[in-house]
């Protein structure tokens, strides 16, 4: 029942760092199952979906803490492969948990999982190469029943490069017998962490960051140390934000080669960016140019964790401009909130037409996923007046306390709990 007040119209200025990537941090929580003993992972961002996959973990028996940047995992006394409907209804990422699950006991149960409703998000691609490699996979209603005594190494096509697919079948390959290939894999920087990580545990894989990953089964794994890489949605999200209020910040700790798309986008809007070794300087002061055309497609195009957050700044820009959404099917929903604040967007199937408007202005509006509610952050700081956003447990998901990042750049918001909420507490 929380929700942000901002009151827009302030230049975002000032430095800040960039914490580590929720969407690598995610398949390197589950691949930890796949080693028994103390494994230190550094860099370990505090959101909601991390929380959620730390209590998965410990349902499973895996001893987990979490102190500020360090996650401390030792799955040595796991007593069970199955994990609970209701908790793989709570992320879509549970299921990074069946591919090492399945590796490590020859079985793995779970369900459908949850998630951003941002578009069907099948698993048929995880469990066709699960399949491949040997494993018997029943569904029933929404359980679906793994089992393999041993899995074998084999040739697997992805129909589409996805990300998660690629992810559960690396981690249900490191151990199997012989090898396994997979092409038109999927090439973000999150799937070259996982390898790094896996490798360190003693796994042998190549070709991360290449359409075609190969992976040589070993016996085991051991346990290991990690630093995750620093989140490329959440600096791309702050860059857009500077833009969009015209200010100048400075990222440090980033890796600036994952942003090439964006930085690519974001010059051809008008807006200065410097580049330097791990440090990026965006300068914004004029009103953006609007961009012809840009399509969201698997890295290294213009990524869709992007979309709503850029739909923003091209709102306010001189000019129209076109995005054609590729990867998720329903991934426009922000687009009636940003009406409301006075945007002009018309969504014709995958595409959404966007007429710039120099301004926009204050609205109660909601965060129906994730980067839709960080898109209406930035909309929030740079529009004239006081916005509210609400339903913002999607944003915590995926970003560290973005009040407190955003008002040490100088924007003006907090959260506040619902008055509802408040009568309900004193009425206890
Ligand atoms: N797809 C299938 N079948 C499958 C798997 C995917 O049809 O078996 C389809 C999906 O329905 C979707 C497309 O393929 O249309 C892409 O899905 P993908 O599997 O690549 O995405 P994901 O693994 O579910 C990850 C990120 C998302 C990010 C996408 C695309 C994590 C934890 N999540 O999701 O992040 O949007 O890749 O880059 O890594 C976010 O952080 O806000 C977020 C949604």
Same mark, same amino acid.
């Given at each position: 029942?929380?929700?942000?007040?901002?009151?827009?119209?302030?230049?975002?200025?000032?430095?800040?760092?960039?914490?580590?990537?929720?969407?690598?941090?995610?398949?390197?929580?589950?691949?930890?199952?796949?080693?028994?003993?103390?494994?230190?992972?550094?860099?370990?961002?505090?959101?909601?979906?991390?929380?959620?996959?730390? *209590?998965?973990?410990?349902?499973?028996?895996?001893?987990?803490?979490?102190? &500020?940047?360090?996650?401390?995992?030792?799955?040595?006394?796991?007593?069970?492969?199955?994990?609970?409907?209701?908790?793989?209804?709570?992320?879509?990422?549970?299921?990074?948990?069946?591919?090492?699950?399945?590796?490590?006991?020859?079985?793995?149960?779970?369900?459908?999982?949850?998630?951003?409703?941002?578009?069907?998000?099948?698993?048929?691609?995880?469990?066709?190469?699960?399949?491949?490699?040997?494993?018997?996979?029943?569904?029933?209603?929404?359980?679906?029943?793994?089992?393999?005594?041993?899995?074998?190494?084999?040739?697997?096509?992805?129909?589409?490069?996805?990300?998660?697919?690629?992810?559960?079948?690396?981690?249900?390959?490191?151990?199997?017998?012989?090898?396994?290939?997979?092409?038109?894999?999927?090439?973000?920087?999150?799937?070259?962490?996982?390898?790094?990580?896996?490798?360190?545990?003693?796994?042998?894989?190549?070709?991360?960051?290449?359409?075609?990953?190969?992976?040589?089964?070993?016996?085991?794994?051991?346990?290991?140390?990690?630093?995750?890489?620093?989140?490329?949605?959440?600096? &791309?999200?702050?860059?857009?934000?500077?833009?969009?209020?015209?200010?100048?910040?400075?990222?440090?700790?980033?890796?600036?080669?994952?942003?090439?798309?964006?930085?690519?986008?974001?010059?051809?809007?008008?807006?200065?960016?410097?580049?330097?070794?791990?440090?990026?300087?965006?300068?914004?002061?004029?009103?953006?140019?609007?961009?012809?055309?840009?399509?969201?497609?698997?890295?290294?195009?213009?990524?869709?964790?992007?979309?709503?957050?850029?739909?923003?700044?091209?709102?306010?820009?001189?000019?129209?401009?076109?995005?054609?959404?590729?990867?998720?099917?329903?991934?426009?929903?922000?687009?009636?909130?940003?009406?409301?604040?006075?945007? *002009?967007?018309?969504?014709?199937?995958?595409?959404?037409?966007?007429?710039?408007?120099?301004?926009?202005?204050?609205?109660?509006?909601?965060?129906?996923?994730?980067?839709?509610?960080?898109?209406?952050?930035?909309?929030?700081?740079?529009?004239?007046?006081?916005?509210?956003?609400?339903?913002?447990?999607?944003?915590?998901?995926?970003?560290?306390?973005?009040?407190?990042?955003?008002?040490?750049?100088?924007?003006?918001?907090?959260?506040?709990?619902?008055?509802?909420?408040?009568?309900?507490?004193?009425?206890?």
């Amino acid at each position: 029942m929380e929700k942000f007040v901002i009151e827009g119209g302030r230049p975002l200025s000032g430095t800040v760092p960039i914490v580590g990537a929720k969407n690598a941090a995610l398949p390197i929580l589950a691949a930890t199952v796949l080693a028994q003993g103390p494994i230190l992972i550094d860099n370990m961002p505090h959101l909601l979906d991390i929380q959620v996959m730390l *209590d998965i973990l410990r349902s499973l028996g895996v001893q987990a803490s979490h102190t &500020g940047t360090k996650a401390l995992i030792d799955a040595s006394n796991m007593h069970t492969a199955e994990i609970t409907e209701e908790r793989m209804k709570k992320m879509r990422s549970s299921i990074f948990l069946m591919g090492p699950l399945l590796a490590r006991f020859g079985e793995a149960t779970v369900y459908q999982p949850g998630g951003c409703a941002i578009g069907e998000r099948r698993i048929d691609l995880h469990l066709n190469g699960l399949r491949a490699m040997g494993a018997v996979v029943s569904e029933s209603g929404n359980k679906i029943e793994c089992r393999a005594h041993k899995l074998r190494g084999a040739q697997i096509n992805l129909d589409f490069p996805s990300v998660g697919a690629t992810e559960n079948l690396m981690m249900a390959a490191v151990t199997a017998d012989g090898i396994t290939t997979i092409t038109n894999a999927a090439r973000e920087p999150e799937i070259t962490d996982l390898q790094i990580f896996l490798n360190r545990m003693g796994a042998k894989i190549m070709g991360a960051g290449t359409q075609t990953l190969t992976i040589e089964g070993v016996k085991r794994l051991q346990p290991c140390e990690h630093r995750i890489i620093p989140d490329r949605i959440v600096a &791309g999200t702050l860059m857009i934000a500077a833009a969009a209020t015209r200010g100048h910040i400075t990222l440090e700790g980033v890796v600036p080669g994952n942003l090439t798309s964006l930085v690519y986008v974001l010059r051809r809007a008008g807006v200065q960016i410097g580049i330097e070794r791990d440090i990026i300087n965006i300068v914004a002061y004029n009103r953006p140019r609007a961009v012809e055309r840009i399509v969201t497609s698997p890295y290294p195009s213009f990524p869709t964790d992007l979309q709503a957050q850029l739909m923003v700044l091209l709102s306010l820009a001189d000019g129209g401009s076109i995005i054609k959404e590729t990867v998720f099917e329903e991934r426009f929903k922000h687009v009636r909130e940003l009406s409301l604040m006075g945007a *002009d967007i018309r969504v014709d199937h995958n595409c959404a037409k966007i007429r710039g408007v120099p301004r926009l202005y204050g609205a109660t509006v909601e965060a129906t996923d994730l980067r839709a509610g960080a898109a209406l952050v930035i909309a929030g700081l740079a529009a004239v007046g006081r916005t509210i956003v609400q339903q913002i447990h999607h944003i915590d998901r995926g970003y560290e306390s973005i009040e407190t990042l955003f008002t040490r750049l100088g924007g003006h918001m907090e959260r506040t709990i619902s008055i509802k909420q408040d009568r309900l507490a004193s009425s206890m």
